[in-house]
């Protein structure tokens, strides 16, 4: 029997992989419906979906390796990280799925989550002030209207996958749907700040950096108590913590 590796763990999901076969198990139905449709409809390289029987959706394994982790060194090629940008710009082009995605939220909506989640930072002694008052005034540049792009909606380096300098598979897709196309290459390059200009290049269109550097101080005011409270360290060497750090 091949061994089973847990890949990730939490209140909400976990993934297994065993052999080539990777078992997503998940309690909301939705976001595995959002996932297998995302899935079919992206332009790019994605799992073969093997089956899929609510809660658990089974996946095949990609060729080739992550081009690393938030935390952790980059392990592509400056033109591993061109193929990624252009691989998300085919993403961003293509027709509009027809659900809004995580980085679709409203500015209403995204701002009002962010000032709560700024005090409650403060307030439980999560960070220090200073810390969340400088990235809350960096992070408003990414409060404006944006046009619509079909978005991962979670695409952190750890889910694109690359052989050499040729993409071969993005996977984690419960997050997509329609959004801001800037807070996916923002996603991406979190915590690996030499890499955006090669994966700006290969994206093949001006950029506003205030806009992603804002993005990386939003996600990351964002997640760190969420992933404090589901055993994840956001205060890890080159982390979340760390990102927010670097805007002061």
Not at 6 to 27: M, N, P, W, Y
Not at 76 to 82: E, V
Not at 198 to 223: C, N
Request: aromatic share 6%; charged share 20%; glycine share 8%.
């Amino acid at each position: 029997m091949d061994e089973v590796q847990v890949v990730v763990a939490h209140a909400e999901r976990v993934t297994l992989r065993v052999g080539d076969v990777f078992l997503k198990v998940d309690a909301d139905q939705a976001r595995i419906d959002v996932e297998v449709e995302a899935m079919s409809l992206a332009p790019v390289p994605t799992p073969e979906v093997l089956w899929c029987r609510p809660p658990v959706l089974a996946l095949a394994a990609l060729p080739g390796t992550t081009l690393g982790r938030l935390g952790g060194p980059s392990t592509g090629s400056p033109a591993a990280w061109a193929a990624a940008g252009t691989a998300i710009r085919r993403l961003h082009d293509a027709p509009l799925p027809a659900r809004p995605g995580r980085a679709g939220r409203s500015i209403v909506a995204l701002a009002a989550e962010l000032d709560d989640e700024c005090e409650v930072l403060v307030t439980n002694g999560l960070l220090p002030a200073d810390l969340v008052t400088r990235n809350r005034q960096v992070a408003e540049a990414a409060l404006r209207p944006w046009t619509p792009a079909f978005t991962h909606g979670d695409l952190q380096i750890a889910h694109v996958f690359v052989d050499g300098d040729e993409v071969t598979g993005i996977i984690d897709w419960s997050e997509a749907g329609q959004g801001d196309a800037l807070y996916d290459l923002a996603t991406f390059t979190l915590g690996h700040e030499e890499h955006l200009g090669d994966v700006i290049a290969g994206y093949g269109t001006d950029v506003d950096l205030d806009v992603i550097h804002a993005w990386w101080s939003l996600r990351s005011l964002l997640v760190v108590r969420w992933l404090t409270e589901h055993g994840f360290d956001p205060y890890a060497p080159g982390c979340e913590v760390d990102v927010l750090r670097s805007r002061m």
